[in-house]
Structure formats: C-alpha cells, structure tokens
C-alpha cells in the first residue's frame, strides 16, 4: 500500500463524536513512551503527523486520521506510567474502553510492545483484556533496532511464552523499527488485506 494522504480529522475525549463509521479503522495503542507516535508518522511517511514528546502521556485524546481517503488510522492515549493525576489516567481508561466497545468499524487493534524490555505485567494484562472481549488484535514489537538481534529475540520469545499460558493462538506479531523502516510494509499490507475484507462486506 502507498500513503498518498493522511490528513487529521479530528481529536475528541467522546466516542460519540467521533468521525461516522464508513470506513474501516484501526486504533494503534501501547504503554507510555512506547513510541506510538514515531510509529505513526514513519507508517503515513508523515514527521509531524503524531505529535512526539520525550515525555510520556502526550496523547490524551481519540485522534482520527483519514489515511488515503478511505480508512481511518487512531491514535489513542498510552496506558502505564504517564506521569498524570489518578482521576486523569481513570478519565482514559473509560474513554478508550468505550471507544473500543462502541466503534462499529473498528477493524483492528494494533497493540504496541517495547521490544528492549522483558514482557511487562500491564502490557499482559491489557493484551489479555482485549483478547477477552473479543477484539482483533495484532501485536507490534517497537524499536527493533535498539538492542542486539539475540537480545530482541529473546524478549519476544519471553513475550510469546508468558501469552501462551493464557492464548490458545497467539495474536499476530510484527517486528518494526522507526529508523530502518522495518515492519512498514508488513502493517500497511495487512491493513490492506482487511480493508478489502471491510469493502467486500459493505
């Protein structure tokens, strides 16, 4: 797939004032400072799409890009250690389950894992919440880069081996880094798989 447009759309705090479900879309969500947004902008080949910050919890609201004019990209809020108030990170959590609850057209949810770290207690969780409800999920290992490739795997392998006591069939699993470009094509070729799946079923 080649990104001819990515255009912002709209930012919003309310599921209900969210752009009309008409197109597919894909929400893309991690821990704080996951690099979520670096992720966004070398998917769209857009720098400033996603507004980067070195400190975590940037994101605070349901950002709606219209990719191609025919499927919508969400940026949603990080969960973890943002450095905000209790009644802040409480305001997200309902925020973002009533999105992913109510959003019709909601394809996927493309969860984003810090590839340099040991598999993470709230990373689990949230995977494994979403997993409960049902959603599609595919999961994105970040910053590929950062550390030895034996390193990397070894994180990953910990990763798939900790789900497995709780996942039958593991989730999808892309490898991606924002410097190399690694894992770009394998996420825009999957959106593009399901978006034919979406059109077909309209």
């Not at 969780?125 to 049902?134: D, L, V």
């Not at 590929?144 to 034996?150: F, I, P, Q, R, V």
Request: glycine share 4%; with cysteine.
């Amino acid at each position: 797939m080649k990104i001819k447009s990515a255009n912002f759309v709209i930012s919003n705090s309310n599921y209900k004032k969210c752009p009309p479900a008409d197109y597919p879309e894909y929400a893309f969500i991690g821990r704080s400072n996951v690099g979520k947004s670096s992720l966004i902008n070398m998917l769209t080949g857009r720098k400033s799409l996603a507004k980067i910050s070195s400190k975590p919890g940037k994101t605070q609201l349901i950002n709606h890009f219209l990719i191609n004019e025919n499927w919508y990209l969400v940026d949603l809020p990080g969960y973890g250690w943002a450095k905000v108030s209790k009644d802040a990170k409480a305001k997200w959590s309902v925020m973002i389950e009533e999105y992913l609850m109510n959003r019709t057209n909601l394809c996927c949810l493309l969860i984003l894992i810090d590839s340099r770290l040991p598999p993470q207690k709230i990373d689990i969780e949230f995977i494994t919440w979403a997993g409960t409800i049902g959603f599609p999920l595919t999961l994105i290992m970040t910053k590929c880069d950062k550390l030895s490739k034996g390193k990397t795997q070894a994180n990953l392998s910990a990763l798939k081996k900790e789900l497995k006591t709780k996942w039958a069939e593991l989730p999808p699993i892309i490898m991606s880094s924002t410097i190399s470009k690694m894992g770009r094509d394998e996420i825009l070729e999957f959106i593009e798989s399901v978006n034919k799946s979406f059109n077909e079923n309209v």
